[in-house]
């Protein structure tokens, strides 16, 4: 197999407990193949791109820079986080796009370019991660590299509708024909896609399934490749870990872990958890909510906004309901290491994920690898994660209905041991078949399959 080299706007250094999937299934891809990790090391720093540092650790060789205030306010906090996250999840009322952000966008990718150049050596294959270099590709290209290249994108791919709202949608989607292999979490993005080549780009699906475009002078793959989690060192983890159980007399727990961000739909799930306590007050001192919500992104208006918004509703919820010796809603913002964190899966009864839009979410998954199988607890899942696709024994709920989410909690909470049981064994059997080493060497045998930078046909 030729050398990989991952490209993601953050790396996760080692000894960093970095929130989200992404970084966990980049560093599970790496640390069984081996090879390069290029990316933003987190910092900011006087000049972009000055502090190149390349270490070793674990087979894994990680180039990393930092990036000046401009470039992190206008690219990363700019473009990436206020044009494109909210466009990719839907929400295009809060998308904010200017001229300056998207040549900042432009900019970065550029600087990663020019530094990535010297180190792709010939022979290897590329992979590019996520919504923040999707331009990265062509710029690559544009430097004479003609390695296979591949793109990944871990979030939403919303409909054709929606993306022609963006006023460069065609310079930034066009930017992903120069990729040998495209790929999404979910068939439903695959198909967005498709359809905003055909209808924009003047694209073809030819008889293999290959795009083509430019009057057929180039074409390219796509394809899903749903991300899944190393299932059996999850349920390891979540084993060792147990916590003892709380006694008789103690609530039973409800758990969500993510990201503080306006997607996850964290102001809905206090709602409901509210709603549960009063439409249903034998439920009160039985359980509580464990809320886990690392601050995200505080740089961008609105998720300090959020913070201050979930602040409010967790203490108006556990002034309400509150007792002297029973909290509610248990609503923590720090990170913890993914072992820790199975433990805590491990023992709640019920997973709450509850996105409005998610690319995948890990969390569904782990949540379910962590369970007891001789007493497991039920998951609850917003039909809008992707993960939702392939879940087949959860509680699946739309997150813009707070009552039914009450409803599903509810249901969740009595459930009988021989249901909650047939239900986990159908999820783990998902999971287990598409689990992170199935993603990972799916994208990579389409990729080396799909040749390198002679796919694109003679005119
Ligand atoms: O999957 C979405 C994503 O943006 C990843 O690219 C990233 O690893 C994660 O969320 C965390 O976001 P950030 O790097 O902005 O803190």
Redesign the pocket.
């Known amino acids: 197999m030729s050398r990989l080299v991952m490209v993601?706007?953050?790396v996760a250094l080692p000894r960093e407990h970095?929130?989200?999937?992404?970084?966990l299934a980049m560093k599970c891809a790496l640390q069984e193949s081996g090879g390069l990790w290029f990316g933003w090391n987190g910092k900011v720093v006087a000049r972009s791109g000055a502090d190149l540092h390349v270490e070793r650790q674990g087979g894994i060789t990680y180039a990393t820079l930092g990036l000046d205030r401009r470039d992190h306010a206008e690219y990363?906090a700019g473009f990436a986080?206020r044009t494109l996250?909210p466009l990719f999840h839907f929400r295009p009322s809060l998308v904010d796009f200017t001229r300056a952000t998207w040549a900042a966008y432009e900019r970065v990718n550029a600087l990663f370019a020019d530094h990535l150049v010297q180190l792709v050596e010939p022979g290897d294959m590329v992979w590019i991660?996520?919504?923040?270099l999707m331009p990265l590709g062509a710029a690559l290209r544009q430097r004479g590299v003609r390695a296979r290249l591949g793109f990944y994108l871990?979030?939403p791919f919303p409909p054709p509708d929606l993306l022609t709202m963006l006023p460069v949608h065609r310079e930034l989607f066009e930017a992903l024909t120069a990729y040998d292999l495209v790929g999404f979490q979910v068939e439903s993005y695959v198909r967005a896609f498709r359809e905003y080549v055909m209808g924009e780009i003047g694209g073809e699906v030819n008889e293999s399934g290959m795009i083509s475009v430019h009057g057929g002078r180039r074409s390219f793959r796509v394809g899903a490749f749903p991300v899944g989690i190393d299932v059996e060192a999850v349920a390891r983890e979540a084993a060792a870990r147990a916590a003892p159980p709380r006694g008789p007399d103690a609530p039973r727990s409800v758990i969500g872990v993510d990201?503080l961000d306006y997607s996850k739909g964290l102001p809905e799930r206090f709602l409901a958890f509210g709603h549960l306590l009063r439409t249903w007050p034998e439920q009160r001192r039985q359980v509580d909510l464990l809320q886990i919500a690392p601050p995200?992104?505080e740089d961008v208006s609105d998720y300090r906004r959020l913070r201050r918004q979930l602040e409010q509703m967790a203490g108006a919820i556990n002034g309400e309901f509150g007792e002297p010796d029973w909290v509610p809603i248990r609503y923590v913002n720090r990170g913890y290491p993914q072992p820790e964190l199975c433990g805590l899966y491990r023992g709640a009864a019920v997973g709450l994920v509850t996105p409005h839009r998610d690319?995948m979410n890990l969390v569904a998954k782990e949540y379910v690898a962590s369970q007891d199988p001789a007493d497991p607890g039920v998951l609850v899942l917003s039909r809008f994660a992707g993960a939702a696709r392939n879940m087949p024994g959860a509680l699946l709920v739309n997150p813009n209905d707070v009552e039914g989410m009450a409803e599903s909690l509810r249901a969740a909470l009595q459930m009988p041991l021989p249901e909650r049981q047939s239900r986990w064994h159908s999820m783990m059997a998902a999971m287990r078949e598409d689990d992170v080493t199935a993603w990972w060497r799916r994208f990579v045998a389409a990729l080396e399959g799909g040749g390198g930078a002679g796919t694109a046909l003679a005119a």
């Open positions: 993601s706007n953050r970095r929130a989200g999937g992404l970084a990363y986080n996250w991660h996520d919504y923040h871990h979030t990201r995200s992104r690319g």
